[in-house]
């Protein structure tokens, strides 16, 4: 699909009045939260990150449980296996999901991320690791990717039931997105004894670097993400005294190694037309491609940032058709 035209008057697609009212409310309590010290105001934020216990009552044709990998540093992640599908007495596709939140809010059972794995495994289906990782400031780069790497390690020793682990598959949104880029990329130089990783999935991934792209200065009104906001995010999980052209943050800019001996999956990469990230996510095809990767970009035209979060929008339902296609049929 094409990309879209415009300036700052297109910064934004039409949406419900109650999702923009919604995306509105946010964005100012998250940019209360962002301290100019940079630290975080976690106290306020836990007023509006709404949490969902694990719960084994299969009420939305789902069961999830929690399984702590390191209590020393709250290393968890959720699991979630469907109930009603037609394969549910099958061995199931594996997906370790990283949620978004800028590395630095939100958690595996926070509400939209429950309700979001949630339909994941129901309507793929597949069972679905949600890894509760370190968060920054507290808990700067690389703990975030040391932590997934954790967690596939600990599944390939305990393999979550009715799951099948020559089917997995590493995905995630936003900075989770860009999570599973990395850790995908470190367990393709370790051998597993069960584990088999058939594809790397990212979402809108959380991309960027020194330079300011035509996107993040058109789209300056877009919902949900702001430069100003992901400039402080960045500033906050990257090593003290890196800037944003880190390898962490800009896989192919002017410090970063050489991709085309690192190891990753097949990869599905979604993009979003109002998504200030957008051309960042573009680079990021652009490199893998030319450093001979297997990828596949798919990009609506008038998404926005975390438009998978909102089923009524009509690029969530091919969102998710496409994610399934890609795990059962490649």
Known sequence: MSGIAGGRAGASPDLPWMLRLSFTISNKIIDACLRRDGTVNRRLFSFVDLKSPPSANPATGVTTSDSIVDPSRNLWFRLFLPTESATACENLPVVVYFHGGGFVFLTADSKPFDDFCRRLSRDLPAAVVSVNYRLAPEHRCPSQYDDGFDVLKFIDENPPPNSDLSRCFIAGDSAGGNIAHHVAARAGEFKFRNLKIRGLIPIQPYFGGEERTASEIQLVRAP?????RTDWCWKAFLPEGSDRDHPAANLFGPKSGDMSRV????????????????????KYCEG?????KKLKMIEYPKAIHSFYMVPELPESSLFINEFRNFIYFG
């Open 224 to 228: 949900v993400v702001s430069v100003e």
């Open 263 to 282: 190891k990753v999956p097949k990869c599905l990469v979604f993009i979003g037309g109002f998504d200030p990230l957008k051309d960042w996510q573009k």
């Open 288 to 292: 893998m491609k030319k450093n001979g």
